[in-house]
């Protein structure tokens, strides 16, 4: 952290102790994996605590906006390229940690459907537990865009579900 007030540690402090549940879960369902999603959350703190002295008018969102670009990045990095219904959960998982994964990996073929502003906005209300005027935050978007993207996503994936 290039800035060692106690001001800045207590920050960050805070901030770990708000948002991590939240930004893991949300990495988690993004990435299907629980080392991908904790590495991406760690990386997100660790730039947080360096970043330059500058004030950040919303953290919870500059967080959450870091998290779903290292998600991202994370996703397009790995190789080599596996989809979602062909990996196989590691041997040493419970039987709790495999059905996790499997539905993850469910929801996230369906979210796959969708146009990405809706998946987005799905998740971000869904695995973080974030309102929508935080998820207008987040996407630097209207409340009543992210409202719209919201029920229109709902409405597609219900109609999925009853395909099947």
Not at 1 to 13: G, Q, R, V, W, Y
Not at 68 to 82: A, I, K
Not at 93 to 103: D, I, N, T
Request: with cysteine; hydrophobic share 35%.
């Amino acid at each position: 952290m290039k800035n060692h007030t106690p001001e800045c540690l207590k920050e960050l402090e805070e901030l770990v102790d708000s948002c991590r549940e939240p930004l893991f879960r949300f990495a988690f369902f993004r990435l299907g994996s629980r080392m991908d999603a904790e590495d991406v959350v760690q990386d997100a703190f660790l730039k947080w605590a360096s970043r330059p002295e500058r004030t950040v008018g919303h953290p919870r969102a500059y967080l959450f906006r870091m998290v779903s670009n290292g998600c991202c990045d994370r996703r397009r990095r790995r190789t080599p390229l596996v989809p979602l219904d062909q990996l196989t959960a590691p041997s040493d998982e419970s039987a709790e940690e495999r059905e996790a994964h499997e539905e993850a990996r469910r929801i996230e073929a369906l979210l796959d459907k969708l146009p990405p502003e809706q998946a987005e906005t799905i998740r971000l209300h869904t695995y973080a537990s974030l309102r929508f005027t935080e998820i207008a935050e987040v996407l630097r978007c209207p409340v009543s865009t992210v409202k719209s993207r919201f029920g229109s996503g709902i409405e597609k994936l219900k109609k999925m579900a009853n395909l099947f």
